[in-house]
């Protein structure tokens, strides 16, 4: 099993940044690929972006690339999510997810196991 927990949420300001931590424990072996997505209320889990295991790629949704970046910390097994120039409508429970598959799948159902979500607000 893997665990995966997420930390860094909070309150900010639209055009404010914030930085999301997600902590991967357990069986990280077997684990290849890292995801973060997020959800609205009354909206369906979005995709955010992924990053391989090793840190070495990078992909992003179109609604945050150029404003969102992942990075690795492969000492701390840790996954970050730098948002900057953050809108409203950024506004969302964000939750980070492991994959057993290299596969840089943007689907829910392309990851095994996942946080219990962090809330992050940005008000107008």
């Known amino acids: 099993q893997v665990q995966v927990v997420e930390s860094g949420g909070g309150l900010v300001q639209a055009g404010g940044s914030l930085r999301l931590s997600c902590a991967a424990s357990?069986?990280?072996?077997?684990?290849?690929?890292m995801g973060w997505f997020r959800q609205a209320p009354a909206k369906e889990r979005e995709f955010v972006g992924s990053?391989?295991?090793?840190?070495?790629?990078?992909v992003y949704a179109d609604s945050v690339k150029g404003r969102f970046t992942i990075s690795r910390d492969n000492d701390k097994n840790t996954v970050y999510l730098q948002m900057n120039r953050l809108k409203p409508e950024d506004t969302a429970v964000y939750s980070c997810?492991?994959?057993?598959?290299?596969?840089?799948?943007?689907?829910?159902?392309?990851?095994?196991?996942w946080g219990q979500g962090t809330q992050v607000t940005v008000s107008s």
């Open positions: 357990g069986r990280t072996s077997g684990v290849y690929r």
């Open positions: 997810a492991a994959s057993r598959s290299g596969y840089a799948g943007s689907r829910v159902v392309d990851y095994d196991y």
């Open positions: 990053i391989s295991w090793s840190g070495s790629s990078a």
